[in-house]
């Protein structure tokens, strides 16, 4: 039989671990992508969780902001129109009173309890007719405003809403005009202007930056005070001069406030990038005044502005980028962990593999060492068996001689005494033939209920011609119904090794003695050959077992009377029964010789005989000797 080497030859190992080498080389840089997917996977889903709760915030603070702007705008909205159901006011923008001293001092009043700017009533040509402020030197009496588009809108029938600089005063504010009435027909217009510098105060307290831009883009309300008076969007000609022309910045340079849009996210809100500021701007404000922005707007009612909520998203990044990391580094452990998985289920496989066929070289081997020690037992018996059956040919050759001649003479019961004879001399050499041919034959070895009683008696049958030689006693106690799961064959062949082991240790003394019981006791049966020959030294002891371990000098010519010699009796005895999911074990007896146990899975035997097979019932008995 080839014999495998249980370890990798040289080349294979190296060719081993090289594949090991390209897979995990293979395996790292498409570890190292998935950990970069997971990455970028990770930051934008932060991000856009970030940026959703971004634009919830935002998009609460611009309806709060909003609310108040237009709660605080409105308050204004009547306030002109209510001018025009004034007596004095109508006789004095159609020329019906031409002095307007008690107006302007009715309008003083008013103006100073509104705490407006200014309040005046111009008539139908857009000269102003009477003003709150007609005692200072920059008064607007007199003055020309039909340029004025909040007087255009009124003189053409409609409310005026208009933000503007003041032309007088360069002052800020939100124009309100109504048309003056009177039958049905315009005669006059009456204006309310009013400062938003109260609100734009408190939003210095807000924790974004927000800012208010009219229907020109120009930002006319920002919680920055540098982004005043600055444009959202890049400013045409055409619009710049027809701003020169209405005066309505008064002329103020209306530089770009430089917001780059980056990414629209919603109809409403869009990723900005505001520039830097030139001067100290960004350490005055609560709130970063650069970088980038979710940008929010809504429109202001009763206005033509927009409202622009900033919401800085720089934490937001902060935030995705930790994330993101933490994603990565996550998977690529992750990732690690399965890598070193798999290989470790690799290493088990290949481990299992081995193991499988090493199991699988040793049964085989095992298998042809049992055969082997049986055919060596054979031959051990052959010389035995020759001498013992030499002896009733012998008497056979006689007996049959005679008979011939008692048949001669007319003796018939002489001749009939020896035929008997005969045949008890043929059966017994059969019942010797038949025992070889069972024990030679190679057992399939599946376990059955086996009735060890007979397996037992035929080891002591095929040992039984050393027995006799020997003076040792032999005493069985061994119950008929003690049974064990297993081959009986093989059980036969366990129990031979043992009787011929007790044998050699028992040879050349006086008073030998051999013991072999069985017993069922807690689902297991165990048989014990037991003697009181040498026992077994503590040299001996660990390492009953091994294979080619032997203290038995080696047979002259093979002529050797012993069992063994070889050490392998005890190995292969302990291989079978551990087949039958058994245990053989040895031990020094009490009175100082070995003990060998063989404990076995208990068995019932069947109630049928028929189910026993026909080989386990043959149990000849040695004819008594002649
Ligand atoms: P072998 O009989 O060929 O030596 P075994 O494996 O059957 O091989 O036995 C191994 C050794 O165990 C023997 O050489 C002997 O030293 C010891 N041994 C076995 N049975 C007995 C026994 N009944 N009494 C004392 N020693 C024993």
Redesign the pocket.
Known sequence: MMRRSPFLSLPAFFMQITRRVRTIGLLLPVLAGLALLAGLAGFRISEGMGLAALQETGRHRLDLYAESLEREIDKYAYFPATLGLERDVLDLVTGRAPLAWGLNRYLERLNERAGTLSIYVLNRQGRVVAASNWNRPDSFIGEDLSYRPYFIEAAAGRQGRLFGVGTTRGEAGYYLSSPLAEDGAIVGVAVVKVSLEQLEQSWSTVEAPVLVSDENGVVILASVPSWKFTTLRAMDEPTRRQFDRTLQYNARPLPPLGLTPLDRIAPDAELVQLARPADGEAETAVFPVSGSFLAQTAPLHGTGWTMTVLSPVSQITGMAWTRAALAAVGSAFLGILLLMWVQRRGHLRDLERKVEERTRNLRAAQDELVHAGKLAVIGQLSAGLAHELNQPLAALRTLSGNTVKFLQRGNLDAAKSNLERIAQLVDAMGALTSQLKSFARKSSGAPRPVAVRRPIDNALFLLEQRLRRSDIAVTVDVPEDVAALCDPNRLEQVLV??V???L??LAGRTGGKMTLTARTEDGRTRIQ?A?N????SED?LPR??EPF????EAAKDGARE??????????I?AGIVRDFDGALT?ANGADG??V?TIDLPAADLPADPTTILAEDLACPTLPPPP
């Open positions: 090794n043992l011929a082991n007790g050699d240790a050959v003697d020959g040498h026992g077994l001996v009953l077992f371990f032997t203290t038995k012993g069992s063994g010699g070889l050490g392998l009796g005890l190995a005895s040895g010789g070995a060998f």
